[in-house]
């Protein structure tokens, strides 16, 4: 099956910074999804990415499809912006196969 | 609320036990996911159901078992667990083949067996 990489598997911010988050897979995809999941296990669904740049506020994200990667960004970073950051991309069935995700601390 | 509703929020089990998750999704969504998340692994899909039936089974253990009645919910039956099935369990929805618009999560069962 597909295979998905993240890095970095973990990120210290201070507060105010800025930051890319990538994502690596190993076959063209259709689908590619961007969450945040907080404290309490919640997944946030922040980008449905399958090509190009989408901005939602302080983040971003572009996919490139025919180079098989994917970026987030996180700027000015607010300590609720910690948590772990998963990309996920759809396999076949609407399988949705996840990265082992990035962990994210923003210090104030 | 993001539109998929999971309860309890919280299950302790004994392994002799008999208990069940539930999860509603208010999206119209057309297909409905169980996923699993233990502690160091990334997320393992369990089951898929589309359209009310189930179209996917991970080579998961018969203890665990879904049900989909229609499509606004799914449940996961649970019996005779084991300490390591101790984990998140995620419910997600999507709508129409490739899942157009991607998933939506519930907010997880967080289940501890004792």
């Known amino acids: 099956g597909i295979q998905v990489e993240q890095s970095p598997p973990d990120l210290i911010l201070q507060e105010g910074a800025n930051s890319t988050l990538r994502c690596n897979f190993s076959d063209s995809v259709n689908n590619l999804q961007w969450f945040h999941q907080n404290p309490w296990g919640q997944l946030i669904n922040l980008f449905y990415?399958?090509?190009g740049t989408k901005q939602n506020g302080r983040l971003s994200a572009t996919t490139v499809a025919t180079e098989r990667y994917s970026l987030l960004y996180i700027s000015s970073s607010q300590t609720t912006d910690s948590g772990v950051y998963f990309c996920a991309v759809m396999e076949y069935g609407n399988k949705l196969v996840f990265g082992a995700g990035t962990i994210l601390r923003v210090k104030s | 609320e993001t539109g998929v509703t999971q309860t309890p929020r919280h299950l302790v089990m004994g392994m002799t036990n008999k208990k069940s998750l539930k999860c509603e999704q208010h999206?119209?969504?057309?297909?409905m996911y169980w996923y699993k998340q233990s502690a160091k692994k990334p997320l393992e899909l369990m089951f898929v159901?589309?359209?009310?039936?189930?179209?996917e089974n991970n080579s998961v253990p018969s203890r665990f078992s879904p049900e989909c009645p229609n499509s606004s919910h799914l449940f996961l039956h649970l019996h005779t667990l084991q300490p390591e099935d101790s984990a998140l369990y995620l419910c997600a929805s999507s709508q129409g083949e490739g899942a157009v618009g991607g998933y939506t999560f519930g907010s997880g069962t967080r289940l501890t067996v004792v």
């Open positions: 990415i399958p090509s």
């Open positions: 159901y589309s359209l009310e039936e189930r179209v």
């Open positions: 999206l119209g969504h057309n297909a």
